[in-house]
C-alpha cells in the first residue's frame, strides 16, 4: 500500500503520541470525580487541572468551563438554553453547522443571517433583524466548509445592542486561531477535542459568568448544573493536552498551514480548469473548499479514495449521500455548483508531499469525475 | 478487475461482492438511493431502496473492507421507471419495473458513470449466468432454475453483458448461499428476500396507481360488448386476471371470467372465458439481442413472465419486430410484459409484448 494523504483535518485530526500518552495515562485513574473519597480526589485534581488548563488556552475563567460530550452538544445546549421569557428568538447565520442549524426543526422562533458572496456574515443585516425579543445571536468563528472567518466581536457588539447574548462555535478554529473568550466579547462559545487532536468524546461550553442558560437534560446536576452526568476525565484530560500541544505550536503551524494551503490551491489553478475557490483570504489556514464545476463532488472523492487521498465535502450525508452544500447554497452558488464542491483541510501531520500527491492525482479524477456527470 | 459491486443491503449483492473481493478483484461497493424520500420507500426488510437498507449494504462493505459509496439516481428512476410503470399502465398494459431498472438504471446509467470513473464491469447478485469462452459473453439461465433470473437480464445487449459480472450463477439454493453469508460474517445472512415492487413497499399497486392516475369509473363488459359490471379505473386489471372482478351479471355458462382486454380510450374492461384467453402468436417490438442480432426464423424457448415456464415457439424476424408462434396455445398473456427468448438456456434476445392473437 503506497501512503495516504489525509487532507480531512476538519473531520477529525490524528491524535499525536504525546496526547495519547497522557490520555492513556488518566485512563488508568479509577474514580468518579462528584466523590468524596480519595480516588473521587484524584479524579477531580485532574479533571480541574484539565478544566483550568483549557481555560488558559482560550482566555476563559476555569469556572466558565462546561464540559460536554462534544461540540454538537455544547451547540444544542447554548441554543436550546438560551431562550429566556420575554426573549424566544435565535438569530443564527446562514452557514451554521447542522448542530446550530437544526435548531430551525425545534420551532419558527429562528431568524437566519444572511451571508455574502465569500460566505462573511452580513454585519448590517443583522442589526437590522435582532430586537427586543432576540436571546441570542449564533455567529461561528470558522466555517468548517469553508473556513472564513466571521466577524465575531461584531456580531457579539450587535448582539449586546440590543440584550441578546452572543455565542460562537468555535470547533473549527480552536487550535488553529487565537482564541481569547474574555477579549471576545462573547458570552457563549463551543469546542471540541477531537477537531485539534484531542478524543472524540468531549467538547466544552465556555460559559460567561451571569449568563444563565436553561439546562436541556436533568441529572446529578454536574457542570454548574448545566449538563449532568459523570464527566469523562481521561478524555478531558486529553482535551487540555492537545490544546496546549496546538497553542505551542500554533504561530508556527498556521504559517506552515496557509503555505500548504498556497501550494495546493496554486497548484489545482494550474493544473485543473473551471475551478472555484470557494474560501476567501480571510480564513482559517486548515481549510480549503474547490469547485470542479462539472464534476459530481462524490465521483472525485470515490476517486480520490481509490488514490488514497483522503478529502470530504465537509457537509452532511443523508443516508450516506451527500447533500449539495447548504452553505455554499447561501452564498449564492448554483445547485450545480453546491454539489461539485470539496474541503481539503490541514492539520500538524500534514506535509507538501501529502499536498504533491493529491495534485498529481487530482487533474484526472477531476477529468474523469466531468466525464462521468 | 476494477469492479464496481451494486449493493442493494439484502443477502445476495452481499456475497456476489464477497466472492469477487476474494477472487482478487478491486471492489468498490455502490447503494443505488432510488428514491427522492427514502423513508417513503423504507418496509423493513421489503423494499429495496431503503435508508436501511443502504446501512445494510455499508455494512457488508465495511465487514469485506472495500469502498462503499451511495449513488443518487432517483431522478433517473422517477423518469425511466416510475413514470414508465405509471404511463404503460395508463396505456393499458401491464409494465416490468425490474426489468426497466436494469434496461436503464443498473446497467445503463449506472454502468456508465461506473465505466467513465475507471470501472471494468458493474456486479450485481442476479442468478445467472456469463459464459466468456467466445468474445463476446453468453448469458444462461443460472445453475438452480428455481432461482433463476435470466428473465429480467434479458434486455441487455451485447455491450452491456461484456461489462456484466454475475457472481451467483452457479449457486445451489438460497440456503447454500445463506450459510455462506453468514460464514462469511456477513449480517444480512438471515435477511428475508424482497419480492414487492421496491417503490411500492405496500404492495398495494392499485393504491399506486390509484393516487397518480385518479379512479375513473367504467364499464365492464362481456365479449358481446354487455355491461356486466363497474370499475373504478381500468388500469388496475391485468390481461388474465381473474380475482377482484366484482361483476354484476353472471356469466351465461357459469364458468368464472376474466380480463381480456382494456381500453384505455373508451374506458372499459373486457372480460370473458378462459378460453378467450388463448393466445398463440405473439407480436414483440423494440426486440434486443444479447449477442448478434438474429433473421429469419428459428426454433426456441419464450418466456412472458419473471416466474413462467418456458414455452416452445417458433420465432421470426418481420420488418424490425418478433414475430412468435407458440407450440402449444398459452393463457393470459400481459401486453406490457416482456417476452425473453432462449436457445435451450442460453438468452437470445428479448421484446416488448405488443399484441396477442389467438
Same mark, same amino acid.
Given at each position: ?62 469556572? *466558565? ?26 438569530? /443564527? ?55 472564513? /472567518?466571521?466577524?465575531? @466581536?461584531?456580531?457579539? #457588539? ?34 471540541? @477535542? ?180 | ?78 423518469? #425511466? ?49 456469463? #459464459? ?32 456484466? *459480472? ?30 414487492? /415492487? ?12 390509484? #393516487? ?110 418478433? *414475430? ?35
Amino acid at each position: 500500500m503506497t501512503a495516504r494523504s489525509y487532507l480531512d483535518h476538519a473531520a477529525s485530526s490524528p491524535m499525536p503520541a504525546e496526547v495519547l500518552a497522557e490520555l492513556v495515562e488518566a485512563m488508568g485513574q479509577a474514580g468518579n470525580p462528584s466523590s468524596l473519597h480519595q480516588s473521587g480526589r484524584t479524579a477531580r485534581r485532574l479533571l480541574e487541572e484539565a478544566r483550568e488548563s483549557l481555560a488558559v488556552s482560550v482566555g476563559a475563567r476555569p469556572d *466558565e468551563l462546561v464540559f460536554t460530550s462534544g461540540g454538537t452538544e455544547a451547540n444544542n445546549l447554548a441554543l436550546l438554553g438560551a431562550p429566556r421569557p420575554g426573549r424566544s428568538q435565535v438569530a /443564527i447565520s446562514a452557514i451554521e453547522h447542522p448542530s446550530v442549524a437544526g435548531v430551525r426543526e425545534r420551532g419558527d422562533q429562528v431568524q437566519l443571517l444572511p451571508v455574502d458572496a465569500d460566505g462573511f456574515l452580513v454585519t448590517a443585516e443583522l442589526a437590522e433583524l435582532i430586537g427586543a425579543q432576540t436571546a441570542l445571536v449564533s455567529v461561528m468563528w470558522v466555517n468548517n466548509e469553508t473556513g472564513v /472567518i466571521e466577524p465575531v @466581536a461584531k456580531a457579539a #457588539d450587535l448582539a449586546h445592542a440590543v440584550g441578546a447574548w452572543a455565542h460562537s462555535d468555535a470547533v473549527q478554529a480552536f487550535g488553529h486561531l487565537v482564541i481569547d473568550f474574555a477579549a471576545s466579547g462573547l458570552d457563549l462559545l463551543s469546542l471540541s @477535542a477531537h477537531k485539534l487532536g484531542g478524543p472524540v468524546g468531549i467538547g466544552a461550553l465556555v460559559v460567561r459568568r451571569g449568563i444563565q442558560l436553561r439546562p436541556s437534560g436533568f441529572g446529578g446536576g454536574q457542570e454548574a448544573k448545566l449538563r449532568s452526568g459523570t464527566v469523562p476525565v481521561a478524555l478531558a484530560v486529553g482535551f487540555a493536552a492537545a490544546a496546549r500541544l496546538a497553542a505551542v505550536r500554533q504561530a508556527e503551524e498556521q504559517q506552515r498551514l496557509a503555505e500548504l494551503k498556497q501550494q495546493l490551491v496554486a497548484g489545482v489553478l494550474a493544473r485543473i480548469d473551471q475551478v472555484r475557490v470557494n474560501s476567501p483570504a480571510l480564513a482559517s489556514p486548515a481549510i480549503v473548499n474547490l469547485t470542479f464545476a462539472g464534476a459530481r463532488a462524490d465521483d472525485v472523492l470515490l476517486l480520490l479514495d481509490a488514490a488514497g487521498i483522503d478529502a470530504s465535502t465537509g457537509s452532511a450525508c443523508t443516508a450516506g449521500m451527500h447533500q449539495p452544500s447548504e452553505v455554499l447554497l447561501a452564498m449564492g452558488r448554483s445547485l450545480a455548483d453546491a454539489g461539485s464542491s470539496l474541503r481539503f483541510s490541514f492539520g500538524p501531520s500534514t506535509s507538501a508531499a501529502e499536498i504533491e500527491r493529491a495534485l498529481a492525482v487530482l487533474p484526472t479524477a477531476v477529468a474523469k469525475a466531468r466525464a462521468a456527470a | 478487475m476494477r469492479i464496481l459491486a451494486a449493493m442493494s443491503g439484502g443477502v445476495d449483492s452481499a456475497v456476489a461482492t464477497a466472492r469477487l473481493v476474494e477472487a482478487g478483484h478491486d471492489v468498490t461497493g455502490v447503494h443505488l438511493a432510488l428514491s427522492r424520500n427514502p423513508e417513503l420507500y423504507r418496509s423493513g426488510s421489503r423494499g429495496c431502496c431503503s435508508i436501511a437498507d443502504a446501512n445494510d449494504a455499508r455494512r457488508a462493505a465495511d465487514v469485506l473492507g472495500i469502498p462503499f459509496y451511495v449513488w443518487d439516481f432517483s431522478e433517473r428512476f422517477a423518469a #425511466d421507471v416510475v413514470a414508465d410503470f405509471v404511463a404503460e399502465y395508463a396505456a393499458g398494459r401491464t409494465p416490468n419495473p425490474c426489468l426497466r431498472c436494469n434496461e436503464k438504471i443498473k446497467f445503463a446509467a449506472v454502468l456508465e458513470r461506473g465505466v467513465a470513473l475507471g470501472f471494468d464491469a458493474v456486479a450485481t447478485g442476479h442468478y445467472a449466468r456469463l #459464459d466468456r469462452t467466445d468474445e463476446d459473453p453468453s448469458l444462461y439461465r443460472a445453475a438452480e432454475p428455481a432461482k433463476d433470473q435470466s428473465y429480467v437480464l434479458g434486455v441487455l445487449t451485447a455491450a452491456q453483458l461484456a461489462r456484466c *459480472e454475475f457472481p451467483l450463477g452457479e449457486v445451489q439454493s438460497k440456503t447454500e448461499l445463506r450459510a455462506e453469508a453468514a460464514e462469511r460474517g456477513l449480517l444480512v445472512a438471515d435477511k428475508p428476500d424482497s419480492h414487492d /415492487i421496491c417503490f411500492i413497499p405496500t404492495g398495494d399497486t392499485a393504491g399506486f396507481l390509484n #393516487d397518480r392516475l385518479g379512479e375513473r369509473v367504467g364499464d365492464i363488459v362481456n365479449e358481446a360488448d354487455e355491461v356486466v359490471g363497474a370499475h373504478r379505473g381500468y388500469h388496475q386489471f391485468t390481461v388474465g386476471q381473474r380475482h377482484g372482478l366484482h361483476l354484476s351479471v353472471p356469466a351465461g355458462d357459469g364458468r368464472p371470467r376474466y380480463v381480456l382486454g382494456l381500453d384505455p380510450v373508451a374506458n372499459t374492461v373486457t372480460v370473458g372465458p378462459k378460453s378467450s384467453l388463448v393466445v398463440r402468436t405473439i407480436t414483440g417490438i423494440r426486440p434486443t439481442w444479447t449477442e448478434r442480432p438474429q433473421t429469419g426464423s428459428w426454433r426456441g424457448l419464450v418466456q412472458v413472465r419473471a416466474h413462467g415456464e418456458a414455452m416452445p415457439a417458433t420465432i421470426s424476424v418481420v420488418a424490425d419486430q418478433l *414475430e412468435i408462434a407458440l407450440d402449444e396455445p398459452a393463457f393470459g398473456i400481459a401486453p406490457g410484459q416482456a417476452a425473453v427468448h432462449y436457445d435451450g438456456d442460453r438468452v437470445v434476445g428479448a421484446a416488448t409484448i405488443a399484441a396477442t392473437n389467438s
